[in-house]
C-alpha cells in the first residue's frame, strides 16, 4: 500500500463511452501525475500538475482530459477512446515540483477499449 | 527528441549474483530516474540522480553526465528484486515530459 490508490482497477470501454479514471493521494503530496503503459511502447508520462500548474505531454491526444480539483485528487476523463488507447494508466504523487520528488504510484487502472 | 537506450534487455540471476544495469542517453539531461516495476505491475521510484552516486540498501546508482550514461546496481540479489527495471531521462532544455527507456528484465532465481 503506497497511499495512492486508483479507481476502478479494471475498466472495459466502447469507443463511443465516456468514463473517468480517479486516483487519490493520502500522503500530502502537491504533486500528481497520470503515466500511461501499453504493451507495445515505454511508459509514457501524459500530464503532471504540480503547486496549480499542469504540464502536458504534447503527443497525448485531446481524447484525455485531465482535471484537478485539489492537491489530494485526480482525474482522468477519457471519450471517443481508440482500440489503442488501452493500457494500464497509472497515477502517482510526490512531494515538491518537477521530478525531484520520489514518486508514490497507485496500482493503475487496466483499461481495455472495444 | 532524445534516445534513451537500456541494457541488457533481459537478465537471469541466481540468488545472491551481483548485476549491473545500464542506460545510455543520447543527449545533455536535467534529471535521470530509475524505476523498479515487480512482476504484479507496481511501480517503485527508485532513485532520482541527474549526476553522481547514490547507495539505498543493496542498489546503488552512478550517472556520468558528460559521458550520458548511468548504472544501475544491484547486489546480492533477491527474488523481491525480480521485476523490470525502468530508466527515465528529462533533455536539458527540453519540456518537462521525461523519456522512458524500455527497460532490463530481471528475473532472479531462488
Known amino acids: 500500500e503506497t497511499g495512492v490508490t486508483q479507481t476502478p482497477r479494471h475498466l472495459v470501454m466502447g469507443m463511443t463511452n465516456k468514463k473517468s479514471l480517479k486516483c487519490e493521494q493520502h500522503?500530502?503530496?502537491?504533486?500528481m501525475y497520470w503515466y500511461k503503459q501499453s504493451a507495445k511502447k515505454p511508459l509514457e508520462l501524459m500530464f503532471v500538475y504540480s503547486l496549480e500548474e499542469r504540464v502536458e505531454n504534447n503527443s497525448v491526444p485531446s481524447r484525455f482530459s485531465p482535471e484537478c480539483p485539489n492537491s489530494s485528487h485526480l482525474f482522468l476523463h477519457l471519450h471517443t477512446l481508440q482500440p489503442e488507447d488501452s493500457a494500464l494508466y497509472l497515477c502517482?504523487?510526490?512531494?515538491?515540483?518537477?521530478?525531484?520528488?520520489?514518486?508514490?504510484f497507485g496500482p493503475g487502472t487496466r483499461l481495455l477499449v472495444l | 527528441g532524445i534516445q534513451v537506450e537500456q541494457s541488457p534487455p533481459d537478465l537471469i540471476l541466481q540468488e545472491g549474483a551481483n548485476s549491473t544495469l545500464r542506460c545510455n542517453f543520447s543527449d545533455s539531461v536535467n534529471n535521470l530516474q530509475w524505476f523498479h516495476q515487480n512482476p504484479w505491475g507496481q511501480l517503485i521510484n527508485l532513485f532520482y540522480i541527474p549526476s553522481g552516486t547514490k547507495q539505498n540498501g543493496r542498489l546503488s546508482a552512478t550517472t556520468v553526465a558528460t559521458e550520458r550514461y548511468s548504472l544501475l546496481y544491484i547486489s546480492s540479489s533477491q527474488t523481491t528484486d525480480s521485476g523490470v527495471y525502468f530508466c527515465a531521462v528529462e533533455q536539458s532544455g527540453g519540456s518537462y515530459i521525461p523519456t522512458f527507456g524500455r527497460g532490463t528484465s530481471l528475473i532472479v532465481h531462488p
Open positions: 500522503l500530502g503530496h502537491n504533486a
Open positions: 502517482a504523487s510526490s512531494q515538491g515540483s518537477g521530478t525531484s520528488g520520489t514518486q508514490y
